[in-house]
């Protein structure tokens, strides 16, 4: 395994977070809250709302406050940070990523993506999976050797264009 590149703390994957970020995670804690019970509370899946937590999804006026209620945050302050005026960033962060779970991610494409890609083009023809109009999904699959992490990657296929 390739040792992980030494990363300055001020460039680590959380600096850029817009600072209500904190807030977020914070209330969410102190009010013992998952993701996915906000996610039932504003009517979004759980890894759209953790995406918006971290600065990587738009949430729109209604769902800011309804963010707010959940939260007990003054709607003011989210809309102030994520308002109309803010756009997402969707960037992974330093490469490779230093964090193991998402070092875990980047290794699995690192080993399967050449065969991912085969059966994805052997089963649908020559083009991707939009991660635009994607669903993922986390599910824990009791194992009796451990528990097992199940990721869903639901996205549509877009073919290349012939011109």
């Given at each position: 395994?390739?040792?992980?590149?030494?990363?300055?703390?001020?460039?680590?994957?959380?600096?850029?977070?817009?600072?209500?970020?904190?807030?977020?995670?914070?209330?969410?804690?102190?009010?013992g809250?998952?993701?996915?019970d906000?996610?039932?509370?504003?009517?979004?899946?759980?890894?759209?709302?953790?995406?918006?937590?971290?600065?990587?999804a738009?949430?729109?006026?209604?769902?800011?406050?309804?963010?707010?209620?959940?939260?007990?945050?003054?709607?003011?302050?989210?809309?102030?940070?994520?308002?109309?005026?803010?756009?997402?960033?969707?960037?992974?962060?330093?490469?490779?990523?230093?964090?193991?779970?998402?070092?875990?991610?980047?290794?699995?494409?690192?080993?399967y993506?050449?065969?991912?890609?085969?059966?994805?083009?052997?089963?649908?023809?020559?083009?991707?999976?939009?991660?635009?109009?994607?669903?993922?999904?986390?599910?824990?699959k009791?194992?009796?050797?451990?528990?097992?992490?199940?990721?869903?990657f639901?996205?549509?296929?877009?073919?290349?264009?012939?011109w």
């Amino acid at each position: 395994m390739a040792q992980a590149a030494k990363v300055p703390a001020n460039s680590a994957p959380y600096a850029d977070l817009p600072p209500i970020s904190t807030a977020l995670f914070e209330a969410k804690a102190r009010k013992g809250l998952t993701f996915d019970d906000v996610a039932k509370a504003i009517g979004r899946d759980e890894i759209w709302v953790a995406a918006a937590f971290y600065g990587q999804a738009k949430l729109s006026p209604d769902e800011i406050d309804s963010l707010a209620k959940v939260l007990d945050i003054p709607t003011v302050n989210i809309q102030n940070e994520l308002g109309a005026h803010w756009w997402p960033s969707r960037g992974l962060g330093p490469v490779p990523p230093t964090d193991p779970v998402i070092y875990r991610l980047y290794e699995s494409v690192l080993v399967y993506g050449h065969a991912i890609k085969a059966v994805v083009h052997e089963k649908f023809g020559d083009g991707i999976m939009s991660m635009i109009d994607c669903k993922v999904n986390v599910e824990k699959k009791p194992d009796p050797k451990g528990d097992r992490v199940l990721l869903t990657f639901d996205g549509k296929f877009l073919p290349y264009a012939k011109w």
